[in-house]
């Protein structure tokens, strides 16, 4: 599903709420540095006929038309959530673009959170990890704990290591959310022992403030994915729940 729009919605988000979207990408193309199994936008290679991607000028506009718009008509907003078409943080302008959401947000509804939704491969640069500290749920995703299965299941860029992704997370120090799909098929299961405990290590080393624990929603670019149910997932994830973290469970 393509955001043709650079703010799309107000959406109903089974883990934001009322989400307003941004899409910092091409409006009619996809740009990412994963190739995701289970991308609701498809395959990347579906997604190039457009590369132009907004400016900071640009997402101004539309944003501050958006949230008067939206604040005129009593339209409730909980989130200001950068998602899109693609990895947001590959945007040049996104520390600028987070500035200015930041100020337009403090204007118009100042109770709603800023959330990222990113794959946390750009997080190494200082200037996006600064915005991403500025912004109230940086967002984190991190589905495997090795190499070769985040190659099955996130298909990224050759240069992607998840020992690089953790030294990332680690600046953090906590303080941010971790995203995590659990599916299945004939390649993988996310609840096989070994990848439940290396997640589960990972996990515990980097001591995020919340995670995000969800499966398969929409329809999927890869035929035969499997998903889990709410109470399949409780109980994989149950032995960090005992060790007091706060766990988000969606299906």
């Not at 457009?50 to 539309?62: C, F, H, K």
């Not at 950068?82 to 590959?90: A, C, R």
């Not at 099955?152 to 600046?171: E, F, T, W």
């Not at 995000?212 to 929603?217: G, K």
Request: proline share 7%; hydrophobic share 40%.
């Amino acid at each position: 599903m393509m955001r043709e729009d650079i703010v799309f919605g107000p959406i109903h988000s089974r883990r934001l709420g009322h989400s307003l979207g941004i899409n910092l990408l091409p409006r009619n193309g996809k740009l990412c540095n994963f190739d995701c199994i289970y991308c609701e936008c498809g395959w990347n290679r579906d997604g190039r006929g457009d590369r132009a991607l907004p400016s900071a000028r640009d997402l101004e506009d539309a944003l501050a038309a958006k949230l008067r718009e939206c604040a005129e008509a009593g339209v409730p907003i909980d989130s200001i959530t950068f998602s899109g078409d693609g990895e947001p943080t590959l945007n040049p302008d996104f520390p600028e673009i987070i500035d200015i959401t930041v100020a337009l947000r403090d204007r118009w509804y100042p109770e709603a959170r800023i959330s990222v939704l990113s794959n946390a491969t750009m997080a190494w640069k200082d200037e996006v990890f600064d915005a991403l500290r500025k912004v109230d749920n940086p967002i984190m995703k991190l589905d495997a704990p090795t190499d070769a299965l985040c190659a099955k299941i996130n298909r990224p860029s050759p240069s992607y290591h998840v020992g690089d992704v953790v030294d990332s997370l680690m600046r953090f120090e906590g303080d941010f959310i971790l995203q995590t799909m659990f599916l299945k098929c004939a390649d993988f299961d996310s609840s096989s022992p070994e990848v439940l405990q290396g997640w589960m290590d990972l996990v515990r080393k980097l001591r995020p403030r919340e995670i995000m624990v969800y499966t398969l929603d929409r329809p999927a670019p890869m035929q035969g994915l499997e998903k889990f149910t709410v109470e399949e997932m409780a109980a994989l994830v149950k032995p960090l729940s005992d060790e007091g973290f706060n766990i988000q469970i969606r299906g």
